[in-house]
């Protein structure tokens, strides 16, 4: 069964840090374009980071461009989000999602999701 696990959220400070991970099981990650979304109540869902299978490539959303940083550790299984000089508009659930053709910002079109873990930047 392929299942996505996110892990690492909690509450941080305003210009504090956290790192996400997300954990996947049932599949190779590695073979698999994975992307970072997060949602706040009564707004979409919106694209943070994404990772292509192969060659490493990515994309940011512009409002989180020099902060963050998407990572994958093929041998752990497990695709990362450093998230650096949090602010509050960064206060959401986190969720990674994971497909083997779809690719990029927009959650249409990925098939795999995780549960989510909250986020909240607050002093």
């Known amino acids: 069964q392929l299942q996505l696990v996110e892990s690492g959220g909690g509450l941080v400070q305003p210009g504090g840090s956290l790192r996400l991970s997300c954990a996947a099981s049932?599949?190779?990650?590695?073979?698999?374009?994975i992307g970072w979304f997060r949602q706040v109540p009564g707004k979409e869902r919106e694209g943070v980071s994404c990772?292509?299978?192969?060659?490493?490539?990515?994309n940011y959303a512009d409002s989180v461009k020099g902060r963050f940083t998407i990572s994958r550790d093929n041998a752990k299984n497990t695709v990362y989000l450093q998230m650096n000089s949090l602010k509050p508009e960064d206060t959401a659930v986190y969720y990674c999602a994971a497909d083997r053709y779809a690719y990029g910002l927009g959650p249409g079109g990925y098939l795999y999701w995780g549960q989510g873990t909250q986020v909240t930047v607050s002093s």
């Open positions: 990772i292509r299978a192969s060659g490493g490539y990515t």
């Open positions: 049932g599949f190779t990650a590695g073979n698999y374009n």
